[in-house]
């Protein structure tokens, strides 16, 4: 099972989106190399002003690009790294993906999944409206959560658009994402 990279995008600065680039380099506990979200610890504002010293399970940030297809059929136009991803994918559903799936990213590198991204208000910013194509609820009461995954990088690599991707399901019963 596997699919491939549409886009890689990091930002050394605090900004909503991130810029794409022609690669980027995953460095093994830490995250993105030059990513103002890699490191050992939370890097996230409001998860450093709760703890500061919770472990950073939001290394990497990935999302499938069909989310984008998606989101322009109800009209809305988003492209890769504007939601703040790192890693955008295309062929694989990352949001079916238990916890603790390795992917396989390029040559070299390895992320561990731990998690979904919860949206945030910012969404709204980027345009108005596209937070509630993100975030809802099912018919029995439910919250979704659309805007990705969340990962810690285990092998470092680089990694470049075009690159494949492979799934490595874990062993065992698998656990459902929760947000991270």
């Known amino acids: 099972m596997g699919g491939m990279i ?28 030059g990513d103002v979200h890699a490191g050992k610890t939370v890097k996230h504002r409001s998860r450093m002003e709760r ?12 999302i ?6 998606e989101v322009r059929a109800a009209g809305f136009e ?27 990213l390029g040559d ?18 980027l345009q108005d409206g596209l937070m509630k194509q993100l975030v809802g609820r099912d018919a029995d009461g439910e919250v979704w959560r659309r805007a990705g995954i969340m990962s810690v990088v285990l092998t ?10 492979r799934v490595e399901l874990p062993d065992g019963p698998h656990t459902p994402l929760d947000v991270v």
Do not use: M, W
């Not at 703890?51 to 990935?62: F, G, I, K, T, W």
């Not at 499938?64 to 297809?69: A, I, N, P, V």
């Not at 890693?87 to 559903?93: E, F, H, K, L, N």
């Open 156 to 165: 470092g690599g680089v990694v470049r658009p075009g690159d494949p991707v």
């Open 108 to 125: 070299e590198a390895v992320v561990e999944v731990t998690g979904l991204r919860n949206p945030c208000a910012q969404i709204d910013g």
């Open 6 to 33: 549409a886009a890689v995008s990091s930002n050394e600065r605090y900004s909503f989106s991130k810029p794409n680039r022609q690669s980027i380099t995953l460095v093994a506990g830490l995250g993105v190399e």
């Open 78 to 104: 988003v492209a890769a790294g504007q939601l703040g991803e790192n890693v955008t994918t295309r062929g694989i559903d990352l949001l079916g993906l238990p916890r603790g799936t390795l992917l396989h």
């Open 64 to 69: 499938h690009q069909e989310l984008f297809d």
């Open 51 to 62: 703890d500061p010293s919770q472990p950073n399970l939001r290394q990497v940030h990935l």
